[in-house]
């Protein structure tokens, strides 16, 4: 799902961290994270999905952030009232991504028009489209700490 922009952004994460949380349902979260190059710590909105147990997020392969969540680092996440530690994995391989974005797109089908890929009648995202958006999406599991 796309993100809003920067002034989005800023009360997305005030709404999460705030008793108003319910407002936004449980697929919002705030990640808060340090940089490993710069030394910032950095906190982002970002849509969560359960898939199989573990919170998944999609990012743009072009995007920067997720970069700072390589090698299973520590992270905090906040979502539903609660802070957690969880251990970040960064999925790249596009044919990782394919597998993940139609378990995905199997348990939230309604998601799959924001990537402009059309479910199947037997419930499977059309293969070729599923393609070619994985190639320019990243996964980001959130294990338990």
Do not use: C
Request: charged share 25%; glycine share 10%.
């Amino acid at each position: 799902m796309i993100m809003p922009g920067t002034i989005g952004n800023f009360f997305i994460k005030a709404i999460v961290n705030s008793p108003l949380h319910f407002m936004l349902g449980e697929r919002f979260a705030v990640i808060t994270f340090t940089g490993r190059k710069t030394g910032k710590t950095y906190s982002i909105p970002v849509n969560v999905t359960p898939i199989a147990g573990i919170l998944t997020a999609v990012s743009l392969r072009g995007r920067t952030w997720w970069r700072n969540l390589r090698g299973g680092r520590m992270i905090r996440l906040r979502r539903n009232g609660s802070r957690l530690e969880v251990r970040a994995e960064t999925v790249e391989a596009p044919e990782a991504v394919s597998a993940g974005l139609a378990a995905y797109f199997r348990q939230v089908p309604g998601d799959a028009k924001y990537f402009k890929v059309h479910i199947r009648p037997d419930g499977e995202p059309e293969p070729k489209e599923l393609e070619h958006v994985a190639g320019d999406r990243v996964l980001i599991r959130f294990h338990p700490g």
